[in-house]
């Protein structure tokens, strides 16, 4: 029985380093898909979009959706984010407003295209309800403001299942349905099951079978600079505790995010 658990052990291990090594072997941020390519050139002159990333506090950015910002950087994307609350929930909302800014001076994001909004009816907690037209309304008028063509955010689990997460889902979704113009559109982060969420890189190798074998536009974008995730997490130092590092370690969405049209 000994054996059988070491040879477990050893095959993980190399496994693990095996996907590692497949991702560093990328030159720099990549998205593995089929056709069409993730997100082509608008009409016109315009090869460049302008990016929302929606989410509900601040280290969401870090913790799950750096390699989106880092691939969309790479690609000359201009990117803007929106955090609904200040995560005030433990009483360091204004704290982490700034490690948010931090982190963002860490992802090459301009501090005057990051907003965190401390509205009343919008904060930070399991037990808090968010209502969605509110989170359509606040997203629309930073459209506006910032031109945007493209949104970035949760998808209606929300990745962790936080609540908060799930109703800036559902306030994109009334946005989307509300835009009759139909000129902005929507991706979503897919959330995992337990064993892929925390199986770090390896899951790169389901994640590119899903991607190229889908009929849906799905995209997997991999973070060749895993260490890019942990430097924008670590801004965040109020919630740079060891279950937190051992997170950004462990987890997928450090290496990997695939995305899906809303």
Known sequence: MGFIW??????????????????????????????PPFLPPLRGDRR?????????HPDDESMFFAPTILF?????HNIHVLCMSQGNADGLGIT????????????KIPREQVKVLDHPKLQDGFHEKWDHG????????????WAIDTIVTFDS?????????????????????????????????????IL??????????????????????????????PSRSYEAMAAHRSQWVWFRRLFVM?????????????
């Open 6 to 35: 070491m040879a477990f052990a050893v095959g993980a291990v190399l496994l693990w380093a095996m996907s590692l090594g497949r991702i560093f072997t990328f030159p720099g941020p990549t998205c593995i898909s089929g056709s």
């Open 48 to 56: 460049s979009r302008n990016v929302l990333l929606v989410i509900a």
């Open 72 to 76: 969309l950087k790479s690609k000359g």
């Open 96 to 107: 982490r407003k700034e490690e948010l800014y931090l982190a963002c001076d860490t992802l």
């Open 134 to 145: 509110l989170l359509a309304e606040l997203t629309m008028e930073h459209v506006q403001l």
């Open 157 to 193: 689990y929300g990745v962790s299942g936080h609540p908060n997460h799930r109703d800036v889902h559902h306030g994109i979704c009334k946005l989307l349905h509300a835009n009759v113009q139909g000129n902005i559109e929507a991706w979503e982060l897919a959330s995992l099951n």
């Open 196 to 225: 892929r969420k925390y199986s770090g890189p390896v899951d790169i190798w389901l994640s590119s079978l899903i991607s190229s074998s889908s009929k849906q536009p799905i995209y997997t974008l991999v973070n060749s600079s």
């Open 250 to 262: 462990f987890s997928s969405y450090t290496y990997i995010n695939m995305l899906q049209k809303v």
